[in-house]
């Protein structure tokens, strides 16, 4: 009896030992996980701060250049009246054969030149009796109205001519001239090159900005375009306009645009 009491003893000591160990493995093995979801955590909250969009170095670049229009068109219009729309219709046909003819004698082709269709309408004229009050309005003839446009690469022609039409004037046409307007038909490749330039500046000053912090710049975390204010030369940025601003007044221009970029910082 006391033999089996100590080898029970001594069994017991043995699973007490065995439980022991266990429990510090377990011990040591939620240890070294515990320390490693740390790491990862503090590894995540720091590579957050990096490249966070709501921290990192925020610069805004831009660039402008002075360009000349290289396409210009030109519109007018002319009217005539008469007492019937035949009437009215024979005067601005002949009229306008006198303003194609004048445009072709001072060098615009055929292939610049465009009529619109003729529009017409309805002229009135309102009686009153001897003490001022009203009667009637009844009919007065008709008015007709027809415009035209010169698209031209010649600048300096269309000018000239938009700047004189005293001869039409002298011939009788009622004609009615407006100022030209200048578009450039390159002016994708100045917003290209644009673009590039206003980026260019914007790193820049990412990288002033890092040097004088003691830091690097990162990654890349966004980029933002602004609009492009395209004005007369030497106008100043008080024809720039929120939606952006297009000039066709002036032929000689200012194209400008602004980049903005965020970098992380390391």
């Known amino acids: 009896m006391d033999g089996k009491k100590e080898m029970d003893e001594r069994g017991g000591n043995r699973k007490g030992g065995a439980g022991e160990w266990k429990s510090v493995i377990i011990a040591l093995i939620a240890g070294i996980t515990a320390i490693v979801c740390v790491v990862i955590f503090s590894g995540s909250i720091v590579d957050y701060k990096k490249t966070s969009g709501a921290g990192g170095l925020t610069a805004t670049g831009s660039a402008s250049i002075d360009f000349e229009s290289d396409l210009v068109v030109w519109r007018g219009s002319f009217s005539a009246y008469g007492a019937t729309p035949k009437d009215a219709y024979a005067i601005i046909k002949k009229d306008a054969e006198v303003v194609r003819q004048y445009l072709l004698e001072n060098g615009v082709s055929e292939e610049e030149l465009v009529f619109s269709s003729v529009d017409i ?5 309102t009686e009153y009796d001897e003490n001022g009050n009203y009667i009637r309005d009844y009919p007065d003839g ?47 490749e100045v917003k290209l090159e644009l673009i590039e330039k206003a980026t260019d500046n914007a790193k820049q000053r990412i990288d002033i900005m890092a040097a004088g912090t003691g830091s690097r710049t990162g ?3 966004s980029a933002n375009l602004g609009v492009f204010q395209i004005t007369a030369k030497n106008s ?25 970029l965020n970098y992380a910082a390391e």
């Open 121 to 125: 309408s309805q002229r009135y004229r």
């Open 142 to 188: 008709y008015d007709l109205y027809q415009s035209l446009s010169v698209t031209s690469e010649d600048i300096d022609k269309v000018e000239n001519i938009s700047r004189d039409i005293t001869k039409l004037i002298e011939s009788g046409v009622e004609f009615v001239s407006n100022s030209p307007e200048y578009y450039c038909t390159k002016l994708d």
């Open 219 to 221: 990654a890349l975390l």
């Open 236 to 260: 100043g940025s008080g024809e720039y306009s929120y939606d952006g601003a297009f000039d066709t007044s002036s032929r000689y221009k200012n194209a400008m645009i602004t980049v903005r």
